[in-house]
């Protein structure tokens, strides 16, 4: 059934907009005046299933991106109607009108429209793989299949609203420092290309030779001034660069190579992503998925190309009728930690349970290595600044001084 985004005038005369399924435009137009609103405009949606990427980049769906919060959102909702008694299509059309992005507003109609149509909850979801990730929609499928649909919801919910949770401690740990580099770095930029050239002007006149400090700063100052454009170009070349490398096989590979090899950087980078894969994990075993299934599905959710490649590995050994903690611990990327807790969860029975707690107790040590981290920059960062403003002014005021001693 299309979906159509509609103007229209309210009762009380206000303009309201939304969208709308109906089989036509003439049925949407009918539809509208039932329940008391008069279109003014309406139009067809355009939204389309995401089956492949575009070759062409296209800005809008970045703009109008679907936001993991509101993924979060809609599915606590969801779950919430479900667990009250909502059949799955009428708790669907009951979020549309309140869900506030566009965008996922018209997937849910499309969802719910296919629902209809006879297809299952996680096969309409599918159809959006750019929206839900591969761990939302085997979790739906196996909620489906179990006829737990509103748990499997439920705890949906809970790991998008931690990873959330985890992302936005992250982001209000680093806030400060990156507020600060970048300032640093536009108040340096402006002294270096306005200010030290007005001032140091009045040395070049002078019948001797400056201090060393001093000509080093002019001659900083004069390229800042002359090539800042080509330092702005290798940035943005180097960033492009970057981000092409890291889409072939082996630039992936060496780029996750050097991040998890980095001394502090390294570290954290591993307990983020063991996180991520002991969370995924610990929750697709919860609700019934099978072990070599799981795997498979949090290989590509892993973030780094050496877990992804052991965990690939591991299930293989899974296959062959190894335990999970063994094949593991073939591969070094695995702190021990992480192995010897999966070994008694899965000696215990307990295995679910072990691997959320391994996934608690890395968020955290992620989330306090982050902490001290940005403890220790914000002094760094100072201290930086106050040598580079230092030298300026150091450099500035050397030649003042032997001037002083020459009138005297």
């Known amino acids: ?141 196996a909620g489906e299949t179990s006829g737990t649909l509103e748990i499997v919801l439920e705890r949906l919910a809970d790991i998008t609203e931690k990873a959330q949770d985890l992302s936005n401690r992250i982001q209000t740990a680093l806030a400060y ?68 490398v890291k889409k072939t096989e082996n630039g992936r590979y060496v780029y996750d190579k050097t991040i998890l090899s980095l001394p502090i950087f390294g570290v954290l980078a591993k307990k983020l992503a063991v996180a991520r894969f002991t969370r995924t994990l610990g929750s697709l075993l919860e609700n019934g998925v099978s072990m070599l299934i799981a795997l498979d599905i949090v290989k590509n959710i892993a973030g780094n190309v050496l877990i992804s490649s052991a965990v690939q590995r591991a299930a293989q050994e899974v296959a062959k009728g190894q335990a999970l903690w063994a094949a593991l611990n073939e591969d070094p990327v695995f702190p021990q930690l992480t192995i010897q807790m999966i070994q008694v969860g899965e000696q215990s029975g307990e295995l679910e349970g072990m691997l959320n707690k391994i996934a608690d107790i890395f968020e955290k040590e992620a989330e306090n290595s982050i902490m001290r981290l940005t403890s220790f920059l914000e002094p760094v960062m100072i201290l930086v600044m106050g040598c580079v403003v230092g030298f300026i002014v150091l450099s500035i005021c050397l030649p003042i001084f032997e001037m002083n001693q020459l009138i005297r």
């Open 177 to 244: 420092p990156v507020f600060m580099c970048v300032i640093g770095t536009l108040v340096l930029f402006v002294l270096l290309t306005y200010i030290v050239p007005s001032i140091t002007a009045i040395f070049m006149d002078m019948d001797q030779v400056l201090p060393t400090p001093t000509r080093l700063l002019i001659f900083l100052s004069d390229f800042f001034k002359s090539f800042w454009w080509v330092i702005l170009m290798i940035i943005i070349g180097a960033g492009i660069t970057l981000h092409r």
């Open 1 to 141: 059934m299309p979906v159509y985004e509609y103007t229209a005038l309210d009762a009380k005369g206000k303009t309201t907009s939304g969208i709308i399924d109906a089989d036509g435009a003439h049925a949407a137009r009918q539809k509208l005046r039932a329940t008391g609103i008069f279109p003014i405009a309406i139009k067809e949606s355009q939204e389309a299933p995401v089956k492949k990427a575009p070759r062409i980049v296209d800005l809008s769906r970045y703009l109008t991106r679907v936001k993991p919060a509101e993924i979060a959102i809609m599915t606590r909702q969801l779950s919430t109607l479900i667990t009250a008694g909502f059949p799955l299509v009428s708790a669907i059309d009951a979020l549309v009108p309140q869900t506030k992005s566009h965008r996922l507003k018209t997937i849910l109609a499309q969802v719910k429209d296919a629902i209809v149509e006879g297809q299952s909850f996680a096969q309409a979801l599918s159809q959006y793989s750019g929206i839900f990730s591969p761990l939302f929609i085997n979790m739906v499928r």
